[in-house]
């Protein structure tokens, strides 16, 4: 079992939560603040011990334990009711774990943070729905993700300096999407809509970021541009995905996580995890 580092928390993070003025978007993250600065040496990014979460008595996270790397690609698997929702939903502080110790780098201590101060800290999360503002173009769309800070229209009238462009299109070229900058959203394909929320949220250098089935309702074509784009973000973010898509898992991550009834069930390479007679009997089928 790995030490709990006992330094404070950031005070930052211990004041009250703070309201979100809220955009109407769902994805967590967009429009805050980039963490900065945080304490990584031990090289764990994420540390869920002993975590607990029950609904009416029932145990949706049950004794649960995950350590993610710094800069690893962790894919998380499972059958429907495993928990991986929960397990996002505690992370991003959407949830309350019952019991269980559940830190961002070795500092911050995440059952204390609100959402908001959560998202600002640097973890960021994209839902299985895309949730783009359909009515404004790509790069206005980018352009808002960089400064959602203000309300829609003074963001968009305010002066972009040189380096918010640069950034902007540096992100483009990631996503793709550099043709498409001054299309309207709405028009976009369901994977380039994902493609650019993706996008918004790396306007914001998560340090984490948490992908709910990414790849649902993709093309060929698309899931594989996903599978690349992931390993190249993989080493300056760390990815968290949970995945149905076999196929998709085997191409992007070395290191799967089994969820099974709230906890963890195996835990290994792809081909470990598919050869565990556990895995096979709740998951994979023979
Ligand atoms: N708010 C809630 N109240 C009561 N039970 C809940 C609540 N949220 C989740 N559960 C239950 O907790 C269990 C875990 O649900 P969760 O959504 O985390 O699973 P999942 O692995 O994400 O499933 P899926 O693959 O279907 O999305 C399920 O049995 C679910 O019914």
Same mark, same amino acid.
């Given at each position: 079992m790995r030490a709990i580092p006992l330094a404070p928390v950031h005070p930052e993070f211990m004041l009250e939560p703070i309201l979100d003025a809220g955009s109407g978007r769902d994805a967590i993250g967009l429009g805050q603040r980039r963490g900065e600065g945080l304490d990584v040496r031990h090289g764990t990014v994420l540390t869920l011990e002993d975590?607990?979460?029950? %609904?009416?008595? %029932? !145990?949706? &996270?049950?004794?649960?334990?995950?350590?993610?790397?710094?800069?690893? &690609?962790?894919?998380?698997?499972?059958?429907?009711?495993?928990? *991986?929702?929960?397990? $996002?939903?505690?992370?991003?502080? !959407?949830? +309350?774990?019952?019991?269980? *110790?559940?830190? =961002?780098?070795?500092?911050?201590?995440?059952? +204390? $943070?609100?959402?908001?101060?959560?998202?600002?800290?640097?973890?960021? +999360? !994209? %839902?299985? *729905?895309?949730?783009? %503002? @359909?009515?404004?173009?790509? =790069? @206005?769309?980018? @352009?808002?993700?960089? !400064?959602?800070? *203000?309300?829609? &229209?003074a963001s968009l009238v305010a002066h972009l300096s040189g380096e918010q462009r640069d950034r902007i299109e540096e992100i483009l070229q990631t996503i793709r999407l550099s043709g498409s900058a001054q299309r309207q959203a709405g028009l976009l394909s369901h994977g380039q809509k994902q493609f650019l929320e993706i996008g918004m949220l790396l306007m914001q250098d998560p340090q984490l970021l948490l992908l709910d089935e990414p790849v649902a309702g993709m093309t060929d074509a698309e899931t594989e541009f996903t599978a690349e784009l992931f390993k190249r973000l993989a080493g300056k973010h760390s990815l968290m995905v949970v995945e149905h898509d076999m196929g998709f898992v085997g191409s992007i991550a070395d290191h799967v996580t089994v969820l099974h009834q709230g906890s963890v &069930?195996? @835990?290994g390479s792809l081909e470990q995890v598919q050869a565990d007679d556990r895995v096979i009997e709740v998951y994979l089928g023979r």
């Open positions: 975590i607990n979460v029950s %609904f009416d008595g %029932f !145990k949706a &996270l049950n004794s649960l334990n995950l350590y993610i790397g710094v800069g690893e &690609l962790r894919c998380i698997i499972g059958p429907n009711g495993a928990g *991986k929702t929960t397990l $996002m939903d505690v992370i991003t502080g !959407k949830t +309350r774990p019952t019991s269980g *110790k559940a830190w =961002f780098g070795d500092t911050l201590d995440l059952t +204390r $943070m609100s959402e908001v101060q959560i998202a600002q800290a640097g973890i960021g +999360r !994209k %839902f299985q *729905k895309p949730t783009v %503002f @359909e009515a404004l173009s790509v =790069f @206005e769309n980018l @352009e808002l993700a960089q !400064k959602a800070d *203000k309300s829609v &229209l &069930l195996a @835990e």
